[in-house]
């Protein structure tokens, strides 16, 4: 019997050290104060792990700002908190956060679309839970032939929008009206604007 009571004691202790989820937390974006600080009711101020965006004062801080307050101001959010500090030293909270799809369900990591978008940095803090290797990877090579490696979005020789590869309207672009593009500027300096469903920067 005794021994049933340390392996109860001894689980119970370990839950706390379990995984977090990215469905711990959820709520509204109120507030984006720069692209890697947001605001998210109920949560008070959020720091998202383990990405530096630049200082609005530097060279790109108000463009990263513009990203994420188009992406996710007055939206709903999911989150994965921090389970080990909680806190960074300005009293933060630190989390991955995910954007919510139509349905509710937990949709992209946004860490990581900052991240791949050019309007931020990945720097493991190592005082919080997480391992930023697990959530951000390098993107998937595409198939083919290696005639698009490098190549960031993709637009359609029919429209004049471009994409993220994975964006629903990439996906349906033909493959012999595909037009890869090395950047957004890039994209833009031959006619191409932004996709209005992925939102490319």
Same mark, same amino acid.
């Given at each position: 019997?005794?021994?049933?009571?340390?392996?109860?004691v001894?689980?119970?202790?370990?839950?706390?050290?379990a995984?977090?989820?990215?469905?711990?937390g959820?709520?509204i974006?109120?507030?984006?104060?720069?692209g890697?600080?947001i605001n998210v009711?109920?949560?008070?101020?959020?720091?998202?792990?383990?990405?530096?965006?630049?200082?609005?004062?530097?060279?790109?801080?108000?463009?990263?700002?513009?990203?994420t307050?188009?992406?996710?101001?007055?939206? +709903?959010?999911h989150?994965?908190?921090?389970?080990k500090?909680g806190?960074?030293?300005?009293?933060?909270?630190? +989390?991955v956060?995910?954007l919510?799809?139509?349905?509710? +369900?937990?949709?992209?990591?946004?860490?990581?679309?900052?991240?791949?978008?050019g309007?931020?940095?990945?720097?493991?803090?190592?005082?919080?839970?997480?391992?930023?290797?697990?959530w951000?990877?390098?993107?998937?090579?595409?198939?083919?032939?290696?005639?698009?490696?490098?190549?960031?979005f993709?637009?359609?020789?029919? +429209?004049?929008k471009?994409?993220?590869?994975?964006?629903?309207?990439a996906?349906?672009?033909k493959?012999?009206?595909?037009?890869?593009?090395?950047?957004?500027e890039?994209?833009?300096?031959?006619?191409?604007?932004?996709?209005?469903v992925?939102?490319?920067?």
């Amino acid at each position: 019997m005794r021994k049933w009571i340390l392996l109860l004691v001894a689980l119970a202790l370990l839950l706390p050290l379990a995984p977090a989820l990215p469905d711990e937390g959820r709520g509204i974006v109120t507030h984006v104060m720069d692209g890697d600080t947001i605001n998210v009711q109920g949560y008070g101020s959020i720091r998202l792990a383990d990405v530096n965006s630049p200082e609005l004062t530097a060279p790109g801080g108000p463009e990263a700002k513009e990203y994420t307050r188009n992406q996710l101001l007055n939206k +709903s959010v999911h989150l994965d908190l921090d389970n080990k500090t909680g806190q960074d030293r300005y009293g933060r909270n630190v +989390s991955v956060v995910f954007l919510s799809k139509t349905d509710g +369900s937990v949709g992209e990591n946004f860490n990581r679309m900052l991240v791949d978008s050019g309007h931020a940095i990945v720097e493991d803090a190592k005082d919080n839970e997480f391992d930023p290797m697990q959530w951000w990877k390098p993107p998937v090579p595409l198939p083919g032939d290696g005639k698009n490696d490098g190549k960031k979005f993709v637009g359609s020789a029919k +429209s004049n929008k471009y994409h993220y590869p994975d964006c629903q309207w990439a996906k349906k672009i033909k493959s012999e009206n595909e037009v890869w593009f090395s950047g957004s500027e890039d994209a833009r300096g031959k006619g191409y604007v932004p996709c209005g469903v992925c939102h490319p920067p």
